[in-house]
């Protein structure tokens, strides 16, 4: 079966951009949480999304912000960008967020 | 705030030899992750842990969970070259709803001829 598909793969923006990103999750799966993996941070938490509902939410300025739609697809957004922002983000997908994560390949985002 | 700890953070063995990996965490948790990245790489599920005292197998690697002791270990068998990568335990908290996973540093793995 399909994986965790994550769109685009690689990202170049300039400072003050904003910037969407999409995750579609293995089907029947309804979680679809967000992370950012940086070498200096390592693998952040941002957020994760159960039907349509944020349910859990990361130590991440407001400039970070999600949504999922009907069909659990999810769409992350980071206004105003930053240097800092530069990262690997990696989406998970699992049926309720209590059983085993699957990972997509991630969008590789560059700020310059 | 919840930490997580893996030792040691880099480890170059040779093949054949045994060795853990360790995964202390600060506070309840009756969830734990294991998961492999090649450099370049996603993550790549191997365990997941639901309550204490599991212990799961997977070919030269196995995982097990102390609740009480806060610590998991991650036991690699007569190692072999493939197994290089980098190994992230991840926790979440017991009182958390749904998926919130707190990753620790990371076990850099190097297998050597």
């Known amino acids: 079966k399909a994986g965790v598909t994550q769109t685009p793969r690689y990202l170049i923006k300039t400072r003050g951009q904003q910037v969407t990103l999409s995750c579609s999750p293995i089907s029947g799966h309804r979680s679809v949480s967000w992370y950012q993996q940086t070498p200096g941070q390592g693998l952040q938490f941002l957020f994760e999304y159960f039907s349509e509902t944020q349910r859990n939410k990361g130590n991440f300025p407001g400039r970070f912000s999600g949504r999922q739609f009907s069909n659990s697809r999810s769409e992350m957004n980071v206004s105003t960008l930053e240097l800092g922002d530069s990262a690997l983000y990696l989406c998970a997908s699992s049926l309720a967020g209590y059983s085993e994560a699957f990972f997509g390949q991630g969008t590789r985002l560059t700020v310059v | 705030e919840l930490k997580v700890e893996q030792n040691p953070l880099f480890l170059s063995m040779q093949e054949g030899k045994n060795y853990t990996i360790y995964c202390n965490y600060s506070?309840?948790?009756?969830?734990l992750y294991w998961y492999r990245q090649d450099p370049g790489k996603s993550l790549e599920s191997l365990f997941v842990l639901l309550s204490n005292g599991a212990v799961k197998q997977e070919g030269r690697l196995m995982a097990s969970l102390d609740t009480k002791a806060r610590l998991s270990t991650l036991h690699i068998t007569a190692a072999v070259h493939d197994l290089s990568a980098t190994y992230f335990c991840?926790?979440?908290?017991?009182?958390?709803?749904?998926?919130?996973?707190?990753f620790g540093e990371g076990t850099q793995l190097t297998v050597n001829p």
């Open positions: 991840a926790v979440v908290p017991k009182e958390t709803s749904g998926s919130r996973l707190t």
């Open positions: 506070t309840t948790s009756d969830r």
